[in-house]
């Protein structure tokens, strides 16, 4: 039986976390709590319109269409990442076709194309551009995202990360994921998975994902949700995400954990050393979301925000 503690999320809203903690965000580098949850950050029909308009704009696909042959290009398969430098990836590369479990990005991830920094930095700065016409009406969920942190920071300031010479990274990303797409326990850092000791980004301290979802997939009465475990990544720990065992370790070790149910709109933080992982659900529509990371350290007054 798992431990029953008070390990449990901040709702619905900016207020409750601030009411609740002098400094939300220490809290979350201390895993002191699961994940910050702010319901319905964005109203929900204008996730629909958004999606709407990516699918439109050729952005993303219509997964009850064929797929065009750019998105099957462009799809990131399961459980896709690098180290450092490497070019090969960790994973094998499954036949992305053949598990129609893939990942459609809109923007830049440091995961998938860090290996290489300036294509990394080019890369960004065109999704960068894209963003800013794609919310040029003002309407920015990005800026709502950064807006968020701000406030849940209270005396820091929240900026796109960069480099020293100014260059910026993507500053959020919009993943798709289609046909029942699943992160397996897991936990995502620079600093200790990646070892990207050659960005800035890599001086943090901690890191936490901030996570909007647009659009969800469903399969009768069951919906994609994420599922945060009461442990951070530790040497122990490791093997047992790679062996694919961690389940067995978190009942030996009686690790609990919370599901944090999601509606389209609402938005949510949380320390990614926490192992998480998201159980795919392969209904008509793939799971959408806009997501950051999040570099933090106590004593730093500047925020760092990439994807
Ligand atoms: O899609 C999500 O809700 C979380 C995905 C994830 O593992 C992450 O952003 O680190
Ligand atoms: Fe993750």
Redesign the pocket.
């Known amino acids: 039986m798992p431990e029953v503690t008070d390990w449990t999320l901040v709702e619905p809203d900016i207020n409750a976390a601030l009411d609740r903690f002098k400094y939300p965000l220490e809290e979350l580098a201390a895993a002191s709590v699961p994940a910050i949850v702010l319901r319905q950050a964005w109203p929900e029909d204008k996730c629909r319109a958004l999606v709407e308009k990516l699918v439109r704009e050729e952005h993303l696909y219509d997964p009850h269409q064929p797929v065009p042959e750019k998105f099957q290009q462009a799809a990131i398969p399961e459980g896709y990442y690098r180290e450092g430098s490497k070019s090969e990836p960790i994973y094998a590369w499954q036949a992305k076709t053949a598990t129609g479990r893939t990942r459609i990005d809109i923007g830049t991830s440091l995961g998938y194309r860090g290996s290489d920094k300036e294509d990394f930095l080019t890369h960004s700065a065109e999704s960068n551009r894209l963003f800013s016409e794609l919310f040029a009406g003002g309407d920015d969920p990005i800026k709502l995202m950064y807006d968020a942190l701000q406030r849940l920071s209270v005396n820091k300031q929240v900026v796109t990360a960069r480099e020293p010479d100014g260059r910026l990274y993507g500053s959020a990303i919009i993943?798709a994921?289609y046909g029942g797409y699943t992160?397996k326990p897991?936990?995502?850092s620079v600093r200790l998975r990646e070892k990207r000791d050659n960005y800035a980004v890599h001086d943090f301290e901690h890191q936490f994902?901030g996570?909007l979802?647009l659009q969800n997939s469903r399969q009768g009465s069951r919906t994609?949700?994420?599922r945060l475990h009461h442990c951070l990544w530790n040497e122990e720990v490791d093997p047992h995400l790679k062996a694919g065992t961690f389940y067995d370790y978190a009942e030996e070790h009686h690790i609990d954990s919370v599901e944090?149910c999601?509606e389209p709109g609402d938005m949510?933080f949380?320390n990614?050393r926490c192992i998480?992982?998201?159980p795919g659900v392969d209904g008509d529509d793939p799971?959408i979301?806009l997501?950051?990371?999040v570099g933090y350290s106590t004593d730093r007054d500047e925020i760092f925000v990439w994807s």
């Open positions: 993943r994921h992160y897991h936990f995502d994902a996570v979802v994609a949700q994420c944090v999601l949510y949380f990614t998480h992982e998201v799971r979301v997501a950051t990371f």
